[in-house]
């Protein structure tokens, strides 16, 4: 059975946040967050070279799922990447990290 445009979206945001949740080392999934309304992609970290691997395995995983060029497949993921992303665990001048005080 072929899935739908929409079920291939749907199938897409899923397999793209258990991935995030993966390559950052925690135990949930999407099942865990899909009906949350609140800030839960605030609540887990990652740091930034997880994010690039991450945003390296979405960009290939749209490109192939829904036939896109690099660049529009790169595009995309960071938009999901900036709508859905981890905040930085290693982010210079924020959080534990900033020693300018």
């Given at each position: 059975?072929?899935?739908?445009?929409?079920?291939?979206?749907?199938?897409?945001?899923?397999?793209?946040?258990?991935?995030?949740?993966?390559?950052?080392?925690?135990?949930?999934?999407?099942n865990d967050?899909?009906?949350?309304?609140?800030?839960?992609?605030?609540?887990?970290?990652?740091?930034?070279?997880?994010?690039?691997e991450w945003?390296?395995?979405?960009?290939?995983?749209?490109?192939?799922?829904?036939?896109?060029?690099?660049?529009?497949?790169?595009?995309?993921?960071?938009?999901?990447?900036?709508?859905?992303?981890?905040?930085?665990?290693?982010?210079?001048?924020?959080?534990?990290?900033?020693?300018?005080?």
């Amino acid at each position: 059975m072929r899935l739908t445009r929409e079920q291939k979206q749907e199938k897409a945001v899923e397999d793209l946040i258990n991935q995030m949740f993966i390559i950052a080392g925690h135990d949930v999934t999407f099942n865990d967050v899909k009906t949350r309304q609140d800030d839960w992609f605030q609540q887990w970290t990652m740091t930034m070279d997880q994010n690039e691997e991450w945003q390296d395995w979405g960009t290939k995983y749209i490109q192939k799922t829904f036939r896109k060029k690099a660049k529009l497949a790169e595009k995309e993921m960071a938009w999901f990447s900036l709508q859905y992303g981890l905040k930085f665990s290693d982010l210079p001048g924020f959080g534990p990290y900033n020693t300018e005080d």
